[in-house]
Nanobody
């Protein structure tokens, strides 16, 4: 079994920053893909950023240059640094992981999910 616990969400003004953390435990392997997804009310879950099984990083176009994903395998942690936040970034953010190869921004590839953390960008 794999457990994922997200933290770091909150309310921030436009232009502000937040760092999300995802603590992984259980049978996860360092070479598994791991990613951040988000879901806003009334919208489908979408891939935000991920690290593939071979260490490649991917970002959706709308967050490129603003968000940075990183992974600390020694601590089984994954982070999402979010800068220059916009109201349209408001959503519940989820961490997910699984064992597969290739591009990692598709939610259907993942079986293991955290409970999510709310990010609200508003003045």
């Amino acid at each position: 079994q794999v457990q994922l616990v997200e933290s770091g969400g909150g309310l921030v003004q436009p232009g502000g920053s937040l760092r999300l953390s995802c603590a992984a435990s259980g049978s996860i392997k360092n070479y598994w893909a791991i990613g951040w997804f988000r879901q806003a009310p009334g919208k489908e879950r979408e891939g935000v950023s991920c690290i593939s099984s071979i260490g490649g990083t991917y970002y959706r176009d709308s967050v490129k240059g603003r968000f940075t994903i990183s992974r600390d395998n020694g601590k089984n942690m994954v982070y999402l640094q979010m800068n220059s936040l916009k109201p349209e970034d408001t959503a519940v953010y989820y961490c997910a992981t699984d064992s597969f190869d290739g591009i990692c921004l598709g939610a259907d590839e993942y079986d293991y999910w955290g409970q999510g953390t709310q990010v609200t960008v508003s003045s």
